[in-house]
C-alpha cells in the first residue's frame, strides 16, 4: 500500500525518509522538515491507519508496515534511501535495514526498541482504543511523550489534536505491531550506518533498556542521549534532534 507522503526539498538531492511514531502524523517531523529539506528530497508519510494514509483492515504487522515503504520507494522511482523513525517509526526503519539492505542507505533510530513489551499492555491498549477511543490516553500518552518542564512552558495543543484525531481503529492495528514484533534476533545483521538516538527521561523506551541495546547490537553505530527529553525526542530537542541528523547523514 503506498501511503500518504509528503516529498519537499531538492529533486537531486539524497533521499530521506521519515517514519512518524504511534498515535502521530507526518507533522510530528514539522520541527525538522525545512531544515532537512534544504540538504534532502525529504519523504514525510502517515504510516497506515494514521494521518492521509487509509486503515486497512488489521491488526496490522512489521512486515506490512515496513512494506509500504518499499512501495513508496518503488512509487517515487527511489532505489535507495536514507530512514529515520521515531519509536514504531523506528521499529518500520529497523526492520527495513534487516529485510532490505540495498534499499537503505543511512539509518536514524529515535526512542525506539526492537522488543516492547509486554505484550499484555500493547493488547489492553488497543482494546482500550476501539472502546474509548483514544481520548481516553491522550493525557497519559502527553505524559510519556514529553517531561513535566516541557509541557509547563510550551504549547502542546498541536500535538493533543493530533492525537485524538488519529483514526481509533488505525491506532489499535498499529497497537498489534509492537504487541507481535520481536526484532532482536535480526537486529545485529543491520549493516547500515546507524545512529540511536534516546530521551534520557523516556519512560515509554527508558534509554537504558533500549537505547544502549540497539547501539551495544549493531556494529559502528553512534549512540546519542539527550538531557532533557522524553519520548518525542523530535519535538522536544528540536534542533539537536536536526543537527544530529544533519551529522550522522553527511559524515
Ligand atoms: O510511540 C510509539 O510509536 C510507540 C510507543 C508509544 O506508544 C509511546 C507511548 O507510550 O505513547
Request: net charge negative.
Amino acid at each position: 500500500m503506498i501511503p500518504h507522503h509528503i516529498v519537499t526539498g531538492p529533486d537531486d538531492a539524497p533521499v530521506l525518509v521519515l517514519s512518524n511514531s504511534l498515535g502521530t502524523t507526518h507533522e510530528m517531523w514539522d520541527p525538522q522538515a525545512e531544515a532537512l529539506a534544504e540538504r534532502f528530497r525529504l519523504v514525510r508519510y502517515d504510516t497506515r491507519g494514521h494521518g492521509g494514509s487509509r486503515t486497512p483492515h488489521g491488526p496490522y504487522d512489521i512486515e506490512e508496515v515496513g512494506g509500504d515503504v518499499i512501495d513508496l520507494l518503488d512509487h517515487l522511482g527511489v532505489e535507495k534511501a536514507h530512514v529515520a523513525g521515531l519509536s514504531l517509526g523506528g521499529m518500520t526503519a529497523m526492520w527495513l535495514g534487516i529485510a532490505t539492505p540495498r534499499r537503505i542507505d543511512r539509518l536514524v533510530l529515535l526512542c525506539t526498541s526492537p522488543l516492547m513489551g509486554p505484550p499484555e499492555t500493547w493488547r489492553d491498549r488497543s482494546a482500550l482504543v476501539r472502546a474509548e477511543g483514544t481520548q481516553a490516553i491522550v493525557d497519559a500518552t502527553l505524559e510519556r511523550w514529553l517531561t513535566a518542564d516541557y509541557r509547563a512552558s510550551h504549547d502542546i495543543s498541536w500535538l493533543r489534536d493530533m492525537f485524538v484525531g488519529i483514526d481509533d481503529e488505525g491506532y489499535a492495528n498499529c497497537c498489534s505491531i509492537i504487541q507481535h514484533m520481536d526484532l532482536t534476533a535480526n537486529l545485529a545483521q543491520i549493516v547500515a550506518p546507524t545512529l540511536v538516538i534516546g530521551g534520557a527521561q523516556d519512560p515509554a523506551t527508558p534509554p537504558a533498556q533500549h537505547a544502549e541495546k540497539i547501539h551495544q547490537t549493531i556494529l559502528g553505530s553512534r549512540l546519542e542521549i539527550l538531557d532533557p527529553g522524553a519520548h518525542l525526542i523530535s519535538v522536544e530537542r528540536p534542533d539537536a534532534v536536526t543537527n544530529l541528523i544533519l551529522e550522522h547523514l553527511e559524515a
